[in-house]
C-alpha cells in the first residue's frame, strides 16, 4: 500500500525549520514493514500537490498538524487529497487534542490520535484487504455530527522501531548552525514526560507516560548523520531528557564508548541532576542544558504545578556553568491572575540566576492543558471556533487575551527586553561576538524564502521586520515599566 504523507506549510514561521521526526519515525516504521511511503515538506519548498498525487497515486493521504500555523495549507492539501479519492488522516498534537474543533472545520476521514506508529500500521494493513478502518485503535471519527473515539491504543514499544530512514527526506535542509557548531540535527531519545505542568498538554497527550527508544539505535541515527551529512551536533527534540542520574550515567556511557564524535543538547527539568552529574555530561559531549524555570514566583510555580524545587534553581544554573556548559533559563509570563509583584519576582529571578541565556514567552491556553480546561469552564476564555480565528491570534507578539492582572505593555516591555539583551549579548563564550544571536536569526529568515514563492518571501519578510521592530519598541522605549519591576536598578 502507499502512503503520502505530507507536513503543511506554516504561517508566520522565521525560524530554523526542524526535522519532522514523528512523520519520519513513522514513515520508517511503515516502510520496514511492506509499505510504500513518501514525504511531503510543504515547510521547506511548496509544491503542487495535484500533480505530486497523480504521480504517486496514494491509497491514503496523512497530514501532521502540529501548531495552528498550519492550517490554512493543511485544509488545501486535504481538500484536494479528498477530490482525488483518497482518505485522509490528520494526526499531530493540535488534531490529537482537539479533534472535534477539527471535524467541525473541514471534512477529513479520521484523526490519528496521539503516537501513530501503531495506528498507521494497522491503517495501512487493514487497507490492504479492504477492513474497516473504524475499528481500528487509536483513531477517531465524526459521524451525525459526533466525535466517536475507538479503543484508545496503548504506548508502543519503542525497542521494536527501527532506526529512521534519513533518505525520505531531505536531511541538508534541516541541519542549522548552534553554538558553535556548524550542522545541527534533530533527534529523539524519549517520548513523553514525568511532569504535570498545568500549562501543557503533556497529560493529555502523552498521558505522562515516559517512554526511552534503545540507545543503540539512536546511535545508529547518528552514525549515518555524521558519515552521510557531515552532522557535527545533536538536539534532542525530547520534552524531557533523562528522569533520573542513572538514565543520564547509561547514555553518556554509551555516548563515550560509540566512537562517535558529536556535541549534544537537551532539555531537562531542574532537580534531577547535581554538580558532578552536569561535569559528567560535558565529559560526553554535552554542549548546552535548557531548562523550563517558567516563574521565579514560588506561588507562581505552585499554581501552575511545576513541580521543580525552588532551592534549587539558582544553584542549577551555577553547576552547569562551572562545568562549562551552556545554560538556557525558560520563563512563561501572564499566567492567569499573575500579579504584578510575582512579575518583579520573576524578574528578579532572571537578573540573578547564572544562565547563559533567558528568554521569555507569553502564556497561551492551549487544548489539552488544564488551565485551557479552567479557563474554558470558568467563562474566562472562548476559544476559536474556525481555522480563520485561529490564525488570529498572535500570543508570540503579544498576550492577547490577557488573563492576568499585568498590563499587557508591562509584559511586552519585560519580554522584550530580555530578547533584545539576548541578541545583543555574546551569547555562549569569549569565542563570540555581540549580536551572534541575533545574526543566526536573521541567517534562519533567509533560510526560510527558499522553496517559496515571492508571496511568501515578501509576507516573511514584513513579519520579521515588525517582529524586530517591536521587540525594539517594548525593549528601549518603557523606562518606567523597566524601573518598576527592577530591570533598571
Not at 432 to 452: C, E, W
Amino acid at each position: 500500500m502507499r502512503v503520502l504523507f505530507v507536513n503543511p506549510a506554516m504561517e508566520r514561521y522565521t525560524r530554523q525549520i526542524a526535522m519532522p521526526l514523528g512523520l519520519l519515525s513513522i514513515a520508517s516504521y511503515l516502510q520496514a514493514n511492506g509499505h510504500t511511503v513518501k514525504i511531503l515538506d510543504h515547510t521547506l519548498r511548496a509544491t503542487n500537490f495535484k500533480k505530486e498525487l497523480e504521480a504517486f497515486q496514494p491509497d491514503i493521504v496523512g497530514v501532521s498538524l502540529l501548531s495552528i500555523k498550519s492550517f490554512s495549507d493543511a485544509s488545501k492539501i486535504s481538500m484536494q487529497a479528498k477530490k482525488f479519492g483518497v482518505p485522509v488522516i490528520w494526526g499531530g498534537i493540535f488534531a490529537s487534542l482537539d479533534p472535534a474543533f477539527i471535524f467541525s472545520n473541514i471534512d477529513i476521514d479520521f484523526v490519528s490520535i496521539s503516537e501513530g506508529e501503531a495506528t498507521w500500521l494497522d491503517v495501512m494493513n487493514t487497507l490492504a484487504v479492504g477492513g474497516d478502518l473504524k475499528k481500528i485503535p487509536g483513531l477517531c471519527y465524526a459521524e451525525n455530527g459526533k466525535v466517536i473515539y475507538t479503543e484508545q491504543r496503548p504506548f508502543i514499544d519503542l525497542s521494536i522501531l527501527p532506526p529512521m530512514d534519513f533518505t525520505l527526506v531531505d536531511v541538508e535542509k534541516y541541519l542549522g548552525g548552534m553554538y558553535g557548531c556548524k550542522k545541527t540535527a534533530a533527534l529523539y531519545m524519549a517520548k513523553g514526560c514525568v511532569g504535570n505542568c498545568a500549562f501543557c498538554y503533556n497529560k493529555t497527550f502523552h498521558r505522562q507516560c515516559y517512554r526511552m527508544r534503545p540507545v543503540e539505535t539512536f546511535l545508529q541515527e547518528v552514525k549515518y548523520l555524521i558519515e552521510h551529512h557531515g552532522v557535527d551536533c545533536i538536539y534532542f527534540a525530547d520534552e524531557l531528557w533523562c528522569r533520573s542520574r542513572e538514565e543520564m550515567l547509561y547514555q553518556c556511557e554509551a555516548f563515550k564508548n560509540s566512537g562517535l564524535d558529536f556535541k549534544w543538547g537537551v532539555q531537562t527539568r531542574i532537580g534531577i541532576f547535581e554538580k558532578e552529574d552536569f561535569k559528567i555530561m560535558k565529559d560526553a559531549g554535552c554542549l548546552w542544558v535548557d531548562f523550563g524555570v517558567e516563574s521565579g514566583s514560588p506561588t507562581t510555580l505552585k499554581r501552575i504545578r511545576k513541580g521543580i524545587p525552588y532551592d534549587k534553581i539558582q544553584q542549577t544554573f551555577l553547576d552547569c556553568s562551572e562545568a562549562g556548559i551552556i545554560s538556557l533559563a525558560n520563563f512563561i509570563i501572564g499566567f492567569p491572575d499573575e500579579t504584578e509583584e510575582q512579575l518583579r519576582e520573576t524578574v528578579r529571578m532572571a537578573r540573578t540566576i547564572a544562565a547563559t541565556q533567558k528568554t521569555f514567552f507569553f502564556f497561551m491556553p492551549g487544548p489539552g492543558a488544564s488551565l485551557f480546561d479552567e479557563l474554558v469552564s470558568s467563562g474566562k476564555y472562548d476559544p476559536p471556533k474556525t481555522f480563520r480565528e485561529y490564525t488570529k491570534i498572535k500570543f508570540f507578539y503579544s498576550p492577547k487575551p490577557n488573563f492576568s492582572k499585568i498590563p499587557t505593555k508591562d509584559l511586552k516591555a519585560v519580554r522584550a527586553r530580555f530578547l533584545w539583551e539576548g541578541f545583543s549579548r555574546k551569547y555562549f563564550n569569549e569565542g563570540t561576538r555581540s549580536y551572534d544571536l541575533a545574526k543566526k536569526d536573521i541567517a534562519d529568515v533567509l533560510k526560510q524564502f527558499r522553496g517559496h514563492g515571492l508571496r511568501f518571501a515578501w509576507q516573511l519578510f514584513w513579519i520579521s521586520a515588525y517582529e524586530f521592530t517591536d521587540i525594539f519598541f517594548y525593549a528601549h522605549f518603557f523606562p518606567k515599566v523597566m524601573k518598576k519591576y527592577g530591570i533598571f536598578e
